[in-house]
């Protein structure tokens, strides 16, 4: 019966030069990662404008509130401009909504003739 031979151990500079090139790849391949990371998540932008802002904590804080809680904490709001802002907004959408039923209803050549006759 054939005994295994035993191995012979290596000089100590091969186990230096193996640690160092696994290290060097490794390395470099943990760089490459961090850098294709780095381009493919997008940075947060704060936005410039105040209003922005404000609207992502609206947004936040209308998920947070069920529909009723917000609507009543909404009516306690006392500024005239927040309720004249609101009441264009409404208006400018209800124009857009109409004018686009007039326009469904009549076809593009009686429109002129639809908003000439309350005229």
């Not at 186990?15 to 990371?37: E, P």
């Not at 947004?59 to 004249?84: P, V």
Request: aromatic share 12%; charged share 30%; net charge negative.
């Amino acid at each position: 019966m054939n005994s295994p031979t035993s191995p012979t151990p290596d000089p100590p500079h091969v186990a230096d030069s193996v640690v160092r090139t696994v290290s060097a790849n490794l390395t470099r391949r943990l760089d490459k990662m961090v850098i294709s990371w780095k381009e493919e998540t997008l940075d947060f932008e704060f936005p410039d404008v105040i209003e922005e802002s404000y609207r992502w904590r609206c947004e936040g804080l209308l998920n947070y509130f069920k529909l009723h809680e917000a609507d009543q904490l909404r009516m306690q709001i006392s500024y005239s401009d927040y309720w004249e802002t609101e009441y264009r907004y409404y208006e400018d959408a209800l124009k857009r909504i109409l004018s686009e039923k007039v326009r469904e209803g009549y076809g593009a050549v009686n429109v002129a003739d639809h908003w000439r006759a309350p005229a």
